[in-house]
């Protein structure tokens, strides 16, 4: 079975400073690989999905991650921080073989004026 | 309105009350999905319609009783509730039910309280 492990429950990054927030996969098949962000009592917005095409995937707000197989890591990454990316973000895992999506406990981003 | 609506947004009933949650997508999915969040948890998936049939129960206990009427509308049903199952209750829809393709659309929740 896949799954799905956030490797940092907080993150605080400075307005304007780069953003990482990292998560490792592992998986029988052929994952597919989603971030999610969730801000104060709102459901989950999807920001980015990678599903065996090109490695790098670009989402909305300047968001982006890349898909490393040989990490089984797909770590979500921003230039430059803005105050209104502090919120929750959830690294989510699907495998091909039993249709089943994972999620990960989630990120807190805050962002520092 | 566009997207996945749920109503009631907050929610607080007794241990003996009876309610019900509701969901709507205007997105012509055909699978829906029942979430429950709780804090410092990561999301528990609770259960899973395509095309009107029920195709996963995460062992959720039977107070909890989910309906679908249609492929756009999903209901979940409390009754006799515990303290411990306070939480945000979170729709999603997609096109197919857990097509790993697929992303989620989430709607914005219920907060329930259950005193």
């Known amino acids: 079975a896949q799954s799905v492990t956030q490797l940092d429950s907080h993150v605080s990054v400075s307005e304007g400073t780069p953003v990482l927030l990292r998560c490792n996969y592992s998986s029988s098949y052929s994952p597919s690989l989603f971030w999610y962000v969730q801000h104060p009592n709102k459901g989950l917005q999807l920001l980015l999905k990678y599903t065996s095409a090109a490695t790098l995937v670009k989402g909305i707000n300047g968001f982006e991650a890349e898909f490393k197989k040989s990490e089984t890591s797909f770590h979500l990454t921003k230039p430059s921080a803005h105050m209104s990316d502090a919120a929750e973000y959830f690294c989510v895992v699907s495998d091909l073989g039993n249709n089943d999506m994972r999620f990960g406990a989630g990120t807190r981003l805050t962002v520092k004026p | 309105e566009t997207g996945v609506t749920q109503t009631p947004r907050h929610l607080v009933m007794g241990m003996t009350n009876k309610k019900s949650l509701k969901c709507e997508q205007h997105l012509g999915h055909n699978a829906m999905y029942w979430y429950k969040q709780s804090a410092k948890k990561p999301l528990e998936l609770m259960f899973v319609?395509?095309?009107?049939?029920?195709?996963e129960n995460n062992s959720v206990p039977s107070r909890f009783s989910p309906e679908c009427p249609n492929s756009s509308h999903l209901f979940l049903h409390l009754h006799t509730l515990q303290p411990e199952d306070s939480a945000l209750y979170l729709c999603?829809?997609?096109?197919?039910?857990?097509?790993?393709?697929?992303?989620?659309?989430f709607g914005p929740g219920t907060r329930l309280t259950v005193t």
């Open positions: 999603a829809s997609s096109p197919e039910a857990l097509a790993t393709v697929y992303e989620q659309y």
């Open positions: 319609y395509n095309f009107k049939e029920q195709t």
